[in-house]
């Protein structure tokens, strides 16, 4: 199984704030790599595709990058509405893993 | 808009058979992928395994659990449901079914699989 270490577990940061969270892989997805943000209570929210492609309707202040096996999500202007836990995902072979979350707090 | 909806028994004793189905509207289930992930309590999203139904049914599971799941379809329902043997307390969690739907990326020329549609979870427990 292809193994997903996200980083850091948590982070707590202002309104306003860059907030930047690293997915690494433990071989090469190219960029077969999803975002998804789980609220309390919540079902995960799709964000992000193919490393960097934005869903419909997901805020613009949230971008992606990376290829292989090291990927960032960044939220650029932090915002009352972000706190959640992030995920990302593998969609490069089954089965599909996940990381084991980011939780974003608000300070 | 997809929307998809679990129901089951919310309490399975151990050593017994947990039993699901997702029911869905909006969508065919003859279309896409349609995925089991579940999440215990406090820790993060693992996928069950996944059925397609167009035509001969196919499954691809999860190895870590392969031996005990079994997914089946009902297309004159429009449901698909997911099976899990022997469960122990380790299978308590919140399971979720999920359109897996592939997107074609023109950047990159290639299609790319993500979960895009969600059910709201149900909370299976597992006690005697």
């Known amino acids: 199984d292809i193994q997903m270490t996200q980083s850091p577990s948590s982070l707590s940061a202002s309104v306003g704030d860059r907030v930047t969270i690293t997915c690494r892989a433990s071989?090469?997805?190219?960029?077969?790599l999803n975002w998804y943000q789980q609220k309390s209570g919540k079902a995960p929210k799709l964000l992000m595709s193919?490393?960097?492609s934005l869903l419909s309707g997901v805020p613009s202040r949230f971008s992606g990058s990376g290829s292989g096996t090291e990927f960032t999500l960044t939220i650029s202007g932090l915002q009352p509405d972000d706190l959640a836990y992030y995920y990302c995902?593998?969609?490069?072979?089954?089965?599909?893993?996940f990381g084991q979350g980011t939780k974003v707090e608000i300070k | 808009q997809v929307q998809l909806r679990e129901s089951g028994p919310g309490l399975v004793k151990p050593s017994e058979t947990l039993s699901l189905i997702c029911s869905v509207s909006?969508?065919?289930?003859?279309?896409?992928?349609w995925s089991w992930i579940r999440q215990p309590a406090g820790k993060g999203l693992e996928w069950i395994g996944r059925?397609?139904?167009?035509?001969?049914?196919?499954?691809n599971y999860n190895p870590s659990l392969k031996s005990r799941v079994t997914m089946s379809a009902d297309t004159s329902k429009n449901q698909f449901s997911l099976k899990l043997t022997s469960v122990s307390a380790a299978d308590t969690a919140v399971y979720y079914c999920?359109?897996?739907?592939?997107?074609?990326?023109?950047?990159?020329?290639?299609?790319?699989?993500?979960?895009?549609?969600w059910g709201q979870g149900i909370l299976v427990t597992v006690s005697s």
């Open positions: 995902q593998q969609s490069y072979t089954t089965p599909w893993t």
């Open positions: 193919a490393a960097s």
């Open positions: 999920v359109r897996q739907h592939s997107f074609y990326y023109h950047t990159t020329g290639y299609y790319y699989s993500r979960f895009d549609s």
């Open positions: 909006g969508d065919s289930i003859t279309n896409f992928y």
């Open positions: 059925i397609e139904a167009s035509g001969s049914v196919t499954t």
């Open positions: 071989q090469n997805i190219n960029n077969y």
